[in-house]
Nanobody
Framework: QVQLVESGGGSVQPGGSLRLSCTAS????????GGWYRQAPGKERELVAR???????DYLDSVKDRFIMTRNNAKNIVYLQMNNLKPEDTAIYYC??????????WGQGTQVTVSS
């Protein structure tokens, strides 16, 4: 069983930035798509960003030009740099990876709260 551990969540004012990190216990991101999902209260979980093994990424329309997903293969880490955060970005953010779509493995989630 691969463990995914997220960090970097917290509270920030609108317009602020956060960087989420997700460390995997095995080299899953090098060989599989990595993704960040989020779930706001009362809403379904949605895909925010995913990074393919080629290095290409795609994003939820509402976060394009604000969020950037990157990967460090040597450390088995994926990141989500979140800039110009908005209150509607408030959610629990989950890391995902491994075979399948979505991937087989999930992190425990990290809370992001954007509020003035």
């Amino acid at each position: 069983q691969v463990q995914l551990v997220e960090s970097g969540g917290g509270s920030v004012q609108p317009g602020g930035s956060l960087r989420l990190s997700c460390t995997a216990s095995a080299a899953i991101f090098r060989f599989n798509v990595g993704g960040w999902y989020r779930q706001a209260p009362g809403k379904e979980r949605e895909l925010v960003a995913r990074l393919f093994t080629t290095g290409t990424a795609d994003y939820l329309d509402s976060v394009k030009d604000r969020f950037i997903m990157t990967r460090n293969n040597a450390k088995n880490i994926v990141y989500l740099q979140m800039n110009n955060l908005k209150p509607e970005d408030t959610a629990i953010y989950y890391c995902n990876g491994g075979p399948g779509s979505p991937g087989l493995f999930w992190g425990q989630g990290t809370q992001v709260t954007v509020s003035s």
